[in-house]
């Protein structure tokens, strides 16, 4: 059982590249979500999806993209890297709904230069 | 003003202290999460509490609704316990979090 697997762990982008950071999870979970951690400031939710099919922006959706076209994955797009978009991102997952605790992943550690 | 809080940012403690850290937040909440993160690696999730104490080892979680507060305690605290944590807050039945800024635990010899 790998719970949330993520996908790279490290990556430099040169500004104007694209690339997608992958998710995926064992756990039938309904609910994924993309977030990004910066310092001094808490998680901040990038995009959210609470089923297949079915994505939705969260507070720091610019300049990403997201789809969830099975139950398990829900990978996270970046159309044109930014040095703005330089940070430790984290996807999580969990049963939509329900008082259980959140499953995350081991993050993704992107700069953009 | 965020709509959760955490205290103090930072922490150092030497082995074998008693160790409190404080959340407080500002909306109706329907859980709160508390959550470790080790440098360099990911985010495990500690206890989800939506009323009164947990605990597992160590570790003693506790919640005041009416008072919209939380403490996370170590006891008998040891340097693997170095970590950042972070209390997180659910809203209504919705699984969206609302995430401190952590707080910075060291834990010397």
């Known amino acids: 059982n790998a719970g949330v697997t993520q996908t790279p762990k490290f990556q430099v982008l040169k500004t104007g590249q694209s690339m997608t950071l992958q998710c995926a999870q064992d756990m039938n979970h309904e609910y994924m979500s993309w977030y990004r951690q910066d310092p001094g400031m808490g998680l901040r939710l990038i995009h959210y999806?609470?089923?297949?099919?079915?994505?939705d922006q969260g507070e720091v959706p610019n300049g990403y993209n997201v789809s969830r076209s099975t139950t398990e994955d829900f990978p996270l797009r970046l159309l044109s890297a930014a040095p703005s978009q330089t940070s430790v991102y984290f996807c999580?997952?969990?049963?939509?709904?329900?008082?259980?605790?959140?499953?995350f992943g081991q993050g993704t550690r992107l700069t953009v230069v | 003003k965020n709509e959760v809080e955490q205290s103090p940012q930072n922490l150092t403690a030497q082995e074998g202290e008693f160790i409190t850290i404080n959340c407080s937040y500002s909306v109706g909440i329907s859980a709160l999460h508390w959550l470790q993160q080790h440098p360099g690696g990911g985010i495990v999730s500690l206890f989800m509490l939506s009323s009164g104490k947990k605990k597992h080892g160590r570790l003693i979680a506790t919640i005041n609704i009416q008072e919209k507060h939380s403490s996370l305690h170590i006891t008998a605290s040891h340097p693997r316990d170095s970590a950042v944590y972070i209390c997180a807050v659910r809203a209504g039945t919705a699984s969206k979090l609302t995430f401190g800024t952590g707080t910075r635990l060291q834990v010397t010899l």
């Open positions: 999580a997952s969990s049963y939509e709904g329900q008082l259980i605790e959140a499953f």
């Open positions: 999806s609470v089923g297949a099919g079915i994505t």
